[in-house]
């Protein structure tokens, strides 16, 4: 394994939390990067869809507060709510569906080794703005049924490389359609734990840690987050009541033109009765299990299942190698930011 420090260049210039790739320019003209980004979208949900076996649904952009349905996320960021004129409670824009696909799943009838797969749009007020992150959030959910057999890393890592797969599927037919695009990615994916990854870069941060590994292997699975290392610390936060912290993972491709490693998708096998509760002490959230949601895996009521989220953005910007999110998605930045990126041939939508 290379020596880190000596293996992962820094991004060419930085400004605050921005990078400027030298010399960028858009491959696609604006007209362009929208064919493109609708060829991406309609092409990865037709092969992820196939790979999975998974059917597409229609999906909320807010639930009550109450029913305990939305992502917590981290556990520290605050969602955006408001009162209703007519239904009592306070409404929650949602942040994820992680909780709720999964009472999808159990609503619609779903039978083990089938799913859904939804549009996913979330205001996430406590994001940063830069290349990687908006306060919109678009991303393709998913869910599906699985049984307790099911339930382990072989079953965890076949699904991140059938994912891959229509990642890298996509990807070969948006070059057929646009020649100029040179984004290239590696099908074969690298697997490794979060405490092999402290273990391996002990001196470096998480960021740092993920950059090193994806660096040198293009496309690699992290996995197990959530928990606490042996440092003491935890790689990443995870909410106590949707991921097993044991069978879950991030997927990240390395990206040429930011020169980083790109989170495309959370994912995991999803908690049963046991991880819920050992999490929820973990985490000091045992006041939730009074939500109906937390209820139906207590009881055994909602099925085991397995899912994530793939980012619609992150996925077309690296496909389209693009500098910023905000080159294929319409959001609110920073008046400074856009200055900034207009100086630097980043045009934001």
């Known amino acids: 394994m290379a020596n880190s420090e000596s293996d992962y260049k820094e991004p060419d210039i930085m400004s605050s939390t921005l990078i400027f790739p030298k010399e960028y320019k858009s491959v696609l003209s604006l007209r362009d990067t929208q064919k493109a980004i609708k060829l991406t979208k309609d092409t990865f949900q037709k092969k992820l869809s196939a790979a999975l076996n998974l059917d597409r649904i229609t999906a909320p952009l807010m639930v009550t507060k109450d029913s305990g349905l939305n992502d917590d996320l981290n556990g520290v960021e605050r969602k955006v709510h408001f009162t209703m004129k007519e239904v009592d409670g306070v409404a929650e824009v949602v942040q994820s569906l992680a909780k709720w696909k999964r009472m999808a799943l159990y609503r619609y009838g779903y039978a083990p080794g089938e799913g859904i797969y939804t549009d996913m749009n979330a205001i996430r007020r406590d994001d940063d703005c830069d290349n990687l992150h908006s306060l919109f959030v678009d991303q393709w959910d998913w869910e599906k049924v699985i049984t307790r057999e099911n339930r382990n890393f072989d079953y ?194």
């Open 156 to 349: 965890l890592k076949d699904t991140v490389k059938k994912i891959v797969g229509a990642l890298c599927d996509t990807n070969e037919a948006l070059k057929a359609a646009y020649p100029e695009l040179k984004t290239e990615i590696k099908r074969d994916v690298f697997f490794i734990t979060t405490q092999e990854l402290e273990d391996m870069y002990p001196e470096l941060t998480s960021k740092e840690r993920e950059n090193a590994i994806v660096k040198e292997h293009g496309t690699v699975f992290i996995m197990q987050i959530g928990g606490i290392l042996k440092s003491g610390k935890k790689h990443d936060g995870r909410a106590p009541d949707y991921d097993d912290w044991m069978l879950n993972g991030d997927i990240f491709v390395w990206d040429e033109t930011l020169s980083l490693a790109l989170e495309i998708s959370s994912m995991g096998i999803r908690v049963d009765e046991n991880s819920l509760r050992s999490q929820l002490i973990e985490a000091n959230a045992q006041d939730r299990e009074r939500f109906l949601f937390h209820r139906g895996i207590l009881s055994g009521t909602l099925p085991l299942s397995v899912g994530g989220g793939i980012g619609q953005s992150r996925l077309c910007m690296l496909l389209l190698g693009k500098a910023h999110i905000g080159e294929v998605q319409v959001s609110v930045w920073p008046d400074n930011m856009r200055e900034e990126c207009a100086e630097n041939n980043i045009i934001l939508l």
